[in-house]
């Protein structure tokens, strides 16, 4: 059993850490933003220094704060799937690609087309796309139009294991987060990596999430703190939100949203993710490609910030009709698996305003999240009429509200609202032992405290529109085909 537990998330934009007690206290927090570069609409690439260097900045923190020599144990998860294309020092060869990154969109449907849905069903379980995230479309794009850079690779790491990388100086990545190329078996599968060659040398080695790699070394601020392996935050956040426990549907809000249900079932519904088995959990999740990332560009295309973006559609009354938007700024992930499509306001007259247009945006991710919702209970047999959520878009109480609204559900919220944190944290603490179980670990580090309870004058709306966002979406497909043509 462990004093102290340290968890670090490094998301999408910021790098959070904190020291937690076994009890789930927060003892102390940090949290920093990275830039994320966009040269053209289909780049998204970010410096993997920024990210060792506010790790640093974090560790050192709570060195200062007296923490040193009382953390047992740590862990570490981080945003996928972003790709890091490493020499033999470990040292980048090119800025890290986002997970938002479409440039690999031709590779990813060519290596599609090479697999069956039955072969996928077979070797991993469930038929998962080879998207433009994906880490062979992005080892091919890279073989095909940055050739010396191929050469000279090493390794294609994730984001965490880079880290820990540096941090440790071990090598190692786990199953869960490379969703597409490992089995249930928990092995790379040989004929989904030989459709690229080279790529199956250039992977790091596989170890269980609650593995521990090595310690923290000496150049760092708290060295000799053993770190497990971890795995994707979009795993770790619906873990530490809920998931480690059987049936329990979560919803976790950051940059994107992600919805998962942990349910041994798996009917093969198309759209979803389906993990193979990790710490006694099989995991369905559903990622859309811009939750929280509409709430930022919003922001900045309007100069507003996020507190009074929350704060202008509080005070006003939702105005009928208010603009229906389509969230998909940069494609869409689940339940669509779509790089083309593109956002859009719908249905706007000369009578609204900016405040309209905020609430359309909140209304907007909230649907995605439902479009993923029916397909996620579809795939794991289960419907739930609580949900339990944590994450930055679960913090203004109105987009909670909406989110309940349209969803129909009754929405409860973590308390330390940092779940890719709980949910190291805990998967630290049973790896260090004094839990029979990680959900048992979990429950001593997840507490709940906001709840939103659904208003049910609204259900014939939001069904509504529902409906009308589907079709929407359709037709704004062929619409943004045809603006794409040069």
Not at 187 to 215: H, M, Q, T
Not at 238 to 255: D, E, I, K, P, Q
Request: proline share 6%.
């Amino acid at each position: 059993m462990t004093d102290l537990v340290l968890g670090i998330d490094l998301g999408s934009t910021s790098v959070k850490a904190a020291v937690l007690d076994r009890a789930g206290n927060c003892l102390s927090l940090f949290s920093e933003a990275y830039p994320t570069a966009r040269s053209s609409a289909d780049r998204a690439e970010q410096d993997p220094a920024d990210w060792m260097r506010l790790i640093d900045a974090a560790l050192a923190r709570f060195s200062a704060g007296g923490f040193a020599g009382r953390i047992g144990v740590g862990g570490l998860c981080s945003q996928v799937n972003t790709h890091v294309f490493v020499d033999r020092a470990g040292e980048p060869l090119m800025p890290a690609i986002l997970w938002q990154d479409t440039r690999a969109s031709a590779e990813a449907a060519e290596l599609d087309a090479r697999v069956s849905t039955e072969e996928k069903i077979r070797w991993l379980g469930a038929p998962i796309p080879i998207d433009a995230s994906h880490p062979l479309a992005r080892m091919l794009w890279v073989s095909r139009h940055l050739p010396k850079v191929w050469e000279k690779t090493a390794h294609v790491l994730l984001p965490k294991d880079f880290c820990l990388l540096k941090l440790t100086g071990e090598l190692f990545t786990d199953p869960v987060s490379n969703v597409g190329i490992v089995g249930t078996n928990h092995r790379y599968v040989d004929p989904i990596l030989d459709l690229v060659p080279g790529a199956a040398e250039r992977l790091a080695p596989l170890n269980k999430v609650s593995g521990v790699v090595g310690e923290i070394s000496t150049a760092f601020g708290l060295p000799g703190v053993p770190l497990i392996t971890g795995t994707m935050d979009g795993w770790v956040g619906l873990f530490g939100t809920g998931a480690s426990t059987n049936g329990r549907t979560v919803y976790v809000s950051g940059t994107s949203e992600v919805l998962g249900i942990s349910s041994e079932q798996v009917t093969g519904e198309p759209g979803i993710i389906v993990f193979s088995e990790a710490e006694g959990l099989r995991l369905h999740a559903g990622p859309t490609q811009s939750g929280g990332a509409s709430q930022g560009w919003f922001c900045e295309l309007t100069g507003l910030k996020a507190a009074d973006m929350a704060q202008m559609v509080a005070g006003k009354a939702r105005r009928n009709p208010t603009p229906l938007f389509l969230p998909q700024l940069a494609g869409e992930r689940a339940p669509l698996w779509n790089a083309g499509l593109r956002g859009a306001f719908v249905g706007v007259d000369s009578g609204m305003a900016m405040p309209d247009f905020a609430r359309a945006v909140y209304e907007g991710v909230a649907f995605s999240a439902r479009h993923v919702l029916g397909a996620l209970e579809a795939s794991a047999n289960v419907v739930n009429d609580t949900i339990s959520c944590g994450g930055g878009g679960f913090i203004p109480d109105i987009w909670g509200q909406i989110r309940a609204d349209i969803l129909g559900r009754r929405l409860q919220r973590l308390a330390v609202n940092e779940p890719g944190i709980v949910g190291t944290a805990s998967l630290a603490a049973f790896a260090a032992g004094g839990y029979a179980s990680p959900d048992e670990a979990h429950a001593c580090f997840a507490h709940y405290d906001q709840v939103w309870e659904p208003d049910q004058q609204k259900r014939g709306l939001y069904n509504d529109l529902f409906e009308l966002y589907k079709e929407a979406i359709a037709a704004n497909e062929a619409i943004g085909k045809r603006l794409a043509v040069p």
